[in-house]
Every structure is written in C-alpha cells, then in structure tokens.
T-cell receptor
Framework: DAGVTQSPTHLIKTRGQQVTLRCSPKSGHDTVSWYQQALGQGPQFIFQYYEEEERQRGNFPDRFSGHQFPNYSSELNVNALLLGDSALYLC???????????????FGQGTRLTVV | AQRVTQPEKLLSVFKGAPVELKCNYSYSGSPELFWYVQYSRQRLQLLLRHISRESIKGFTADLNKGETSFHLKKPFAQEEDSAMYYCALTGGGNKLTFGTGTQLKVEL
C-alpha cells in the first residue's frame, strides 16, 4: 500500500489562474480531508469529503472547492489564485467516523503551490 | 471556537535530557487530542492520541482537562527525536485543528 498519494509534488501558478490538486487515499479509506499549511504554521482544515459530498468545511472562501470520485480519490480546486494561496496543501485520508470511531488520519506528502 | 496553542516554536535539549513539549487547547466539549510528528523530509504522521494511553517511542502525553493541556513528555531525549511536533484536536468528524508546531532539536 503506497499510502496517501498526492500530485503534483510542486506547482507554480500565476495570480488569477486556477489550479487542481489531486489525492488518492490510503487503501480501504473512504474519507478525504484537505489542509493548507502556510510557512511556519500548522495545517489548517479546508474541507472534508465522504460519499462524494462535502461534509465539513473550514474557514476558506468559495474559491476553494473540491470533489470526491466513486473510487474515493479527491481533487482540490482553487480559482482566482492569490499570492496568499502559496502554501503546502496536504491531503489526509481516514475511515468515516461512523464506521470506525476515532480513526487515525494518514497524510500525504503534500503539494507545494507557489503563486507568483 | 476550537484552538490549539503551542507556545514554543523551537525547543533545544541535549541528548539524554528530559523533554516536554507544551500544548494547551480551547474547546467547549470533550475533544480528542493528538500529537503528530514530522521527521525531516517525511510526511506528517500520528505519534500518539490521548484515548490510547500508550507510550510511543518513549513519549507520553496526559490530558489535563482542568488545565486544558496535553503536554508531550519523554524522560531521555534521543538524537532521532529531532523533528517538528504538532499538537491537534478534534471534536468529531475527523476535522483536525492543529497548533503552530514546535521544532525539537536534540543536541549531542
């Protein structure tokens, strides 16, 4: 099992552009969460997907959207990129809370997004 | 609102010395507390969680609800403990709230 995989590993975009980041969860996991980690900060929760629906959302604008596919993989889309969106984007997978309480979240290596 | 505070950005100790990484939280309810660790060039991974009451790699953490703290401790630091440590909590739904992290540096 390769664990949680994210692509691409690095990305450079220009202000105003749109970006799509991808995540494949750990085998057997059905829930995907996305986090933004700015330099020198801890990860901040963006949103979580389960059964192809957004279940929880953090304090991020609508420019941040996502999708989950039937195979549980997920995408994070960011529109109208700002310089402040430059960060490491982490994907974490887990089992749904109802299926297995207090399940551990496994993290990917992250995608480093630089907006210029 | 839920919040996790890690007051130290950097903690430097000598090998064999005791380690205590501080974590305080704010949450109106009964949260679950975690410590995550990130070794150099590796992904973020779970170190321990308070409900397990385990000792992992010699580390322990006790949840003190009165002081709303979940400090991470190890009696004798090892060189391989050098890493970034994040305290986190969840109130349910697997949404994690992280602190800003403490860089632990173990010097020889």
């Amino acid at each position: 099992d390769a664990g949680v995989t994210q692509s691409p590993t690095h990305l450079i975009k220009t202000r105003g552009q749109q970006v799509t980041l991808r995540c494949s969860p750990k085998s057997g996991h059905d829930t995907v969460s996305w986090y933004q980690q700015a330099l020198g900060q801890g990860p901040q929760f963006i949103f979580q997907y389960y059964e192809e629906e957004e279940r929880q959302r953090g304090n991020f604008p609508d420019r941040f959207s996502g999708h989950q596919f039937p195979n549980y993989s997920s995408e994070l889309n960011v529109n109208a990129l700002l310089l402040g969106d430059s960060a490491l984007y982490l994907c974490a997978s887990s089992l749904a809370e109802g299926a297995k309480p207090n399940t551990e979240a496994f993290f990917g290596q992250g995608t480093r997004l630089t907006v210029v | 609102a839920q919040r996790v505070t890690q007051p130290e950005k950097l903690l430097s100790v000598f090998k064999g010395a005791p380690v205590e990484l501080k974590c305080n939280y704010s949450y109106s309810g009964s949260p679950e507390l975690f410590w995550y660790v990130q070794y150099s060039r590796q992904r973020l991974q779970l170190l321990l969680r308070h409900i397990s009451r385990e000792s992992i790699k010699g580390f322990t953490a006790d949840l003190n609800k009165g002081e709303t703290s979940f400090h991470l401790k190890k009696p004798f630091a090892q060189e391989e403990d050098s890493a970034m440590y994040y305290c986190a909590l969840t109130g349910g739904g697997n949404k994690l709230t992280f602190g800003t992290g403490t860089q632990l540096k173990v010097e020889l």
